[in-house]
């Protein structure tokens, strides 16, 4: 069916629905309603698994199991339509969504401290729209649920519109997809959080597609030696790509390895970044800095009950610990900049995007990541 000119109507689409948790997706066709005041629809043309996909649909830890849904949260596309009072996009414009929002009114939007807008910040238990508490997805009458407020595993999907990035129209979006989650997320976390100087020493905990960022950013940065630590030697050549100039894996060695790397630099990193969402890694970052002026920054997502611990006696030592959210980049107002940084050749995105399959065959791309063999497989929706 053609979805040409479909302004105010409904549009039928392909969408991979997961229907129940950890069962491969299911391409279905689905209905897409129109955009409600404040919000736009989107053709979403690339998209590509993160890890918290994967979170989302297997997880047995806390996470919010609620099927049937349409997940997917990094991806480009193109305005198709826009709701009532929606100011900042207009049909056509090139874009990212993205999990997170700014709507530039709330006291967070309005602090140089904090990208946590107290109106559209992460939620991960809602699988509707903000408006009306409604979803925009549905099949044979019934509702299928959003995820994060993106939902770009589906052909065209409605966010809202202060969700949705607006780019240089000239970026090739098959790249700057990425940039709407892991990429950014850990790259700002080096740059905006950790902010190592010069000729520093920065751990990575975890090479995925976020450690990888991390690494990049410390690279950037003019760190003289990054320390990988992954527990899959596999990722030690491709890791040298972003930077790492050392690589531990904790179980080639009988002693915790904060102890390793404390050893390895002369009493510890001046940066370390954990990216695994695992608490024992990030009890070993903050344990692995320097003391005087050591900085932990916690990246990854973490279980819900999960408990950091360690001596008190190392805040004493003047070690520090940050959490950071999505780079601590706000969304409309930086993520534009990071766009052009790539456009200007000085940030590099094509080596994080090691596969790529079409959208016909996404499962592939769940298989691909369970057994840690891509970094980002890109899914091309046409597919």
Not at 9 to 38: F, N, S, T, Y
Not at 194 to 206: E, I, L, N, Q
Not at 251 to 266: F, G
Request: charged share 25%; hydrophobic share 35%; with cysteine.
């Amino acid at each position: 069916m053609s979805n040409t000119n479909k302004a105010g109507q409904v549009i039928k689409c392909r969408a991979a629905v997961a229907w129940e948790e950890g069962k491969p997706l299911a391409i279905e066709e689905v209905e897409v309603a129109p955009p409600e005041a404040g919000e736009v629809r989107l053709k979403i043309l690339y998209t590509s698994l993160c890890h918290s996909d994967l979170y989302f649909w297997k997880s047995r830890d806390g996470g919010n199991l609620l099927f049937p849904r349409i997940l997917g949260h990094e991806a480009a596309g193109i305005v198709e339509s826009i709701g009532e009072g929606v100011t900042n996009l207009k049909p056509g414009d090139h874009v990212l969504p993205v999990f997170t929002g700014e709507c530039g009114e709330c006291r967070s939007c309005k602090s140089e401290e904090s990208n946590l807008c107290d109106v559209l910040r992460l939620n991960t238990d809602s699988g509707v729209m903000l408006s009306d508490g409604k979803s925009r997805f549905s099949k044979d009458g019934k509702p299928i649920y959003h995820f994060l407020g993106t939902s770009t595993f589906s052909e065209y999907t409605v966010s809202h519109a202060k969700c949705v990035i607006k780019i240089n129209p000239a970026a090739p979006l098959d790249k700057v997809c990425v940039l709407s989650c892991g990429i950014c997320t850990g790259l700002g976390a080096t740059l905006n959080v950790a902010k190592p100087k010069p000729g520093s020493t920065v751990a990575v905990f975890g090479l995925g597609a976020v450690g990888l960022a991390a690494a990049e950013g410390a690279r950037l940065s003019g760190a003289s030696r990054i320390i990988g630590v992954d527990i899959l030697s596999s990722r030690k050549e491709q890791a040298k790509k972003f930077g790492i100039t050392d690589f531990v894996n904790p179980k080639d060695h009988d002693k915790p390895v904060q102890q390793v790397l404390v050893e390895m630099t002369d009493g510890g990193v001046d940066r370390a970044l954990e990216c695994t969402g695992k608490v024992e890694a990030a009890i070993a970052a903050f344990e692995s800095v320097h003391d005087g002026w050591g900085v932990a920054v916690l990246v990854g997502l973490p279980g819900n009950e999960d408990e950091f611990k360690t001596k008190t006696m190392n805040f004493l030592y003047e070690r520090t610990v940050k959490g950071t959210f999505y780079g601590n980049y706000k969304p409309l107002s930086d993520i534009p900049s990071v766009v052009e940084k790539y456009m200007n050749k000085e940030l590099e995105l094509e080596k994080f995007i090691t596969h790529s399959v079409p959208f016909s065959e996404i499962n592939k791309s769940f298989d691909l990541m369970l057994k840690g063999e891509s970094i980002r497989c890109l899914i091309c929706m046409e597919g």
